[in-house]
């Protein structure tokens, strides 16, 4: 009995094999008109960004809250100064609309940290709206932007 069983299983399997080889054999074709004009649109990017400014109190307000929650910090940004962009769309027309930005951050611990932060449309929450990826040299404590938040600019 255990031998009948284990022998509908293999030649299940050889069944479904045999299947899928066939279906990979069935020639490739190119995408029709409809294909490449209402399903495959690719994405509208309209480079509407808002000026580096915008980004602060976001990184303020998740700088806190990192360091409080993961690294038993109580380091906050008190203000930023030369607040300036980097470049916008480094990668030309077609690539993700990016504004690349860099300040200075007055910390409460008394250090003064370059900033370097990216505003991305499409990469807030849901891709719904703009996001902000930023890193604060001194302070990538895991090592994500590192080294000293190179990853982190254009």
Same mark, same amino acid.
């Given at each position: 009995?255990?031998?009948?069983?284990?022998?509908?299983?293999? !030649?299940?399997?050889?069944?479904?094999? *045999?299947?899928?080889? $066939?279906?990979?054999?069935?020639?490739? @074709?190119?995408?029709?008109?409809?294909?490449?004009?209402?399903?495959?649109?690719?994405? +509208?990017?309209?480079?509407?960004? &808002?000026?580096?400014?915008?980004?602060?109190?976001?990184?303020?307000? =998740?700088? #806190?809250?990192?360091? =409080? =929650?993961?690294?038993? !910090?109580?380091?906050?940004? $008190?203000?930023?100064?030369?607040?300036?962009?980097?470049?916008? +769309? &480094?990668?030309? &027309?077609?690539?993700?609309? @990016?504004?690349?930005?860099? #300040?200075?951050?007055?910390? !409460?611990?008394?250090?003064?940290?370059?900033?370097?932060? #990216?505003?991305?449309?499409?990469?807030?929450?849901? *891709?719904?709206?703009?996001?902000?990826?930023?890193?604060?040299?001194?302070?990538?404590?895991?090592?994500?932007? !590192? &080294?000293?938040?190179?990853? #982190?600019?254009?």
């Amino acid at each position: 009995m255990f031998r009948m069983s284990r022998l509908r299983v293999v !030649s299940g399997f050889g069944v479904v094999m *045999g299947l899928a080889m $066939l279906a990979s054999a069935v020639p490739l @074709r190119a995408a029709s008109w409809i294909e490449q004009n209402v399903y495959l649109s690719g994405p +509208r990017y309209d480079g509407a960004l &808002p000026p580096c400014e915008a980004g602060l109190s976001v990184i303020s307000g =998740r700088f #806190a809250d990192n360091e =409080r =929650r993961y690294w038993n !910090s109580a380091i906050t940004i $008190l203000g930023f100064d030369r607040v300036r962009e980097v470049v916008f +769309r &480094p990668w030309g &027309p077609n690539a993700l609309p @990016r504004r690349f930005c860099t #300040a200075v951050a007055a910390l !409460s611990d008394g250090a003064l940290s370059p900033v370097h932060y #990216a505003i991305g449309e499409d990469t807030g929450f849901a *891709g719904a709206t703009w996001g902000v990826e930023w890193c604060v040299v001194g302070y990538d404590r895991n090592g994500a932007y !590192s &080294p000293a938040c190179k990853a #982190a600019q254009p």
